[in-house]
């Protein structure tokens, strides 16, 4: 966990000292180019097969829709505005938390497992998470979506265990060597420019994610029967913080609701650290 906060950390120094960081074209460079070639070539190594993949991806799916459907029903009953706050409740920050730490934690094939999780929450992102803030849906979005065809290419090289050739593996090495670091910069970036407001609704919305959380966690494990490293990998990816990406979408078509959503977003982001230590510990 110490060397993830310690590259966060550095992202919030930046922002403290005002040096020029764009956050978009970072953003657009780790969706497009980073996540990508990660997927290839982590995955086309053949930590997990296909089977596995798969059907991992199906247990990370079922995980956001319950998130969605328990999200839904305490909005409601919190009388909060499903438009600003129900993609935050439904979509994890498994990619700029969860991929350092279960590379830390379980290895290749945990970060393996943890990338079909990266996979439907950043197509979730790019989809209901920007649709329902927007109110209205978009097919395009996710048809021009890079990581997509990512991983169909993936599931191809590892249906017929056909290897890149080796420049372009190398390539696709260094390029998705990038992304993580990237990421855990632009995050603690993100977080330091954040405009908070409403800190107890923070709390309250933070307190009742990780209960969520615990719950499907624990259903979907059972459901699915994981162990070992399968199990570990997803708990931790659904016991990740609100993801931050989720904000811009909640301030471009919801700015009067934005201070609330990043009052979410950070208290989430802190309480993980204290979520995930009782994890590392007791669970995975």
Same mark, same amino acid.
């Given at each position: 966990?110490?060397? *993830?906060?310690? !590259?966060? +950390? ?8 005002k040096i020029? %960081?764009?956050?978009?074209?970072? $953003?657009?460079?780790? =969706? ?30 079922? &995980?956001?829709? !319950? ?9 409601? %009953?919190?009388?909060?505005? #499903? ?18 730490? $279960? ?12 990338? &079909? ?9 790019f989809t *209901? ?15 021009? $979506? ?21 420049? *372009? ?9 990038? =992304? ?10 993100? /977080? +330091? ?20 959380? &615990? &719950? ?6 059972? /459901? ?8 570990g990998a ?26 609330? #959503? ?5 208290? $989430?982001?802190?309480? =993980?650290?204290? #979520? ?9």
């Open positions: 966990m110490l060397p *993830v906060l310690v !590259c966060a +950390a550095i992202g919030y120094g930046l922002a403290l000292a020029p %960081f764009d956050k978009n074209t970072i $953003s657009g460079l780790v =969706t497009n180019v980073g996540y990508p070639t990660l997927i290839i070539s982590h995955l086309s190594k053949r930590h997990v097969n296909v089977a596995e993949f798969l059907d991992f991806m199906l247990a990370a799916a079922l &995980a956001v829709i !319950c998130f969605g459907v328990i999200g839904f029903v305490v909005l409601k %009953f919190m009388r909060l505005p #499903v438009r600003a706050f129900l993609s935050p409740m439904m979509l994890n920050n498994v990619g700029n938390v969860g991929l350092p730490i $279960s590379l830390l934690a379980l290895g290749g094939a945990g970060m393996s497992f943890t990338m &079909a999780y990266v996979v439907v929450v950043v197509i979730g992102i *209901v998470g920007m649709w329902i803030p927007m109110g209205r849906f978009s097919l395009r979005d996710l048809l021009t $979506s890079p990581i997509i065809y990512s991983v169909i290419l993936t599931l191809v090289l590892m249906s017929t265990h056909y290897e890149l050739p080796k420049a *372009v593996g190398q390539a696709f090495d260094i390029l998705g060597g990038m =992304t993580i670091p990237l990421m855990l910069l632009t995050l603690g970036y993100t /977080l +330091a420019t954040l405009k908070f407001s409403t800190l107890w609704l923070g709390l309250a919305l933070s307190l009742i994610h990780v209960a969520m959380a &615990a &719950a499907v966690a624990a259903g979907v494990v059972w /459901l699915f029967g994981f162990t070992g490293v399968q199990k997803f708990v931790i990816g659904t016991l990740m913080p609100v993801s931050v990406a989720t904000y811009l979408f909640v301030e471009r078509y919801v700015p009067e609701h934005a201070g609330a #959503v990043a009052s979410f977003i950070l208290v $989430s982001t802190l309480l =993980t650290v204290l #979520v995930l230590t009782v994890t590392l510990t007791v669970w995975v």
